[in-house]
């Protein structure tokens, strides 16, 4: 299908095939890079873990301020508290399912049923569906996505990891007060009673810069824990891990996420937005919260590459579905 300039779609003239593949290649093009310099030997042991601390307690938790503080989208009445409640919900409901899933083929803990869990049941939220939905809608819409991933983000870092270590809430509340949980917290103060206006120019830019940094360092990480599997190439294949993650995360959640497009009463923009997450393949981050909290990180790794694989396939044909049913 093509996007046509209509419904304040852009004019291109591009297919919607190469509108989602295109943005792809730099994701797998950094991960290249983390493949090579763990190959090589630039970086390994202390160095790994050094880069992995550097990405969650720095680089990520600037990004996440940077997006938040000062986002006009996310002091609209209606996008105030629907995307980021819409993201949270979707993105448990999405690990609850993939866990009920993994159940179904016989997964157990030791096997990597609680990774299964997390990597399957989160959509990619940032790295692919941020270029897409540039290119077709603009900064509005661009501006609701990011609001929403604070729900996914929220998600991620508290269910997620109690799904991934296992504990309880009350157990396991110390895991819950990461750098990038404690952003979120802050940065939705500031931006909601005006304080990020009292952050100086400098610290902005500095804090800016550094979030600017997350996404190829944390890609660049995702390819140097890959290249700690590529001694075995045939680990990266499992039946029951690539294939159930597949019918989940391209097939169930799809159909989930869309139901919800159309009937929230949500802009428009939250509505673009709900029908691009319904398509897109695992994110890639679990893999990095996999390793952190010790849990499986090659399931994780096996289910992006499957996911990702297929998605490119799949990604314009829900869009393209999704679009429709949702009357957008």
């Known amino acids: 299908f093509f996007f046509q ?26 991960v290249a890079v983390g493949v090579i310099l763990r190959r090589r030997h630039w970086v390994e042991g202390p160095a790994e873990a050094s880069l992995l601390r550097l990405v969650v307690a720095v680089c990520y938790p600037c990004l996440i301020f940077d997006a938040v503080v000062g986002n006009a989208a996310m002091r609209a009445p209606g996008n105030v508290w629907l995307p980021p409640l819409a993201g949270f919900l979707l993105a448990v409901g999405g690990i609850a399912v993939a866990w009920q899933v993994g159940r179904w083929l016989r997964l157990r803990e030791e096997d990597g049923l609680r990774s299964f869990a997390l990597a399957a049941g989160i959509g990619n939220f940032g790295y692919i569906p941020i270029p897409i939905i540039d290119a077709i809608w603009g900064r509005d819409t661009l501006g609701v996505l990011l609001v929403h ?9 508290t269910v997620g990891v109690l799904v991934l270590t296992g504990l309880s809430p009350r157990a396991g509340w110390r895991k819950l007060i990461s750098p990038i ?6 940065a939705v103060v500031f931006n909601l009673t005006g304080l990020g206006g009292a952050v100086p120019g400098a610290v902005m830019e500095a804090v800016r810069m550094l979030g600017r940094c997350a996404i190829p360092l944390g890609l660049i990480t995702i390819g140097v824990t890959i290249a700690n599997y590529l001694d075995d190439i045939r680990g990266l294949y499992d039946p029951r891990i690539t294939w159930g ?4 995360r391209l097939g169930v959640l799809p159909l989930v996420i869309l139901v919800a497009a159309r009937w929230l009463p949500g802009s428009i923009e939250l509505k673009r937005v709900l029908v691009i997450e319904a398509a897109m393949p695992s994110a890639v981050f679990p893999i990095v919260v996999a390793r952190l909290h010790q849990g499986h990180p090659r399931t994780a790794v096996q289910i992006v590459l499957g996911t990702t694989i ?18 957008l």
Request: charged content about 10%; glycine content about 10%.
């Open 245 to 248: 993650s597949a019918a989940v």
């Open 149 to 157: 991933n604070v729900g996914v983000e929220a998600a991620m870092w």
């Open 181 to 186: 949980a404690v952003t979120l917290v802050v």
């Open 5 to 30: 300039a209509e419904d304040g779609i852009r004019d291109s003239s591009v297919t919607g095939v190469q509108t989602c593949a295109l943005p792809i290649l730099p994701v797998f093009a950094l």
């Open 310 to 327: 297929l998605g490119v396939l799949v990604i314009p044909l829900w869009i393209r579905l999704g679009l429709a049913w949702a009357g």
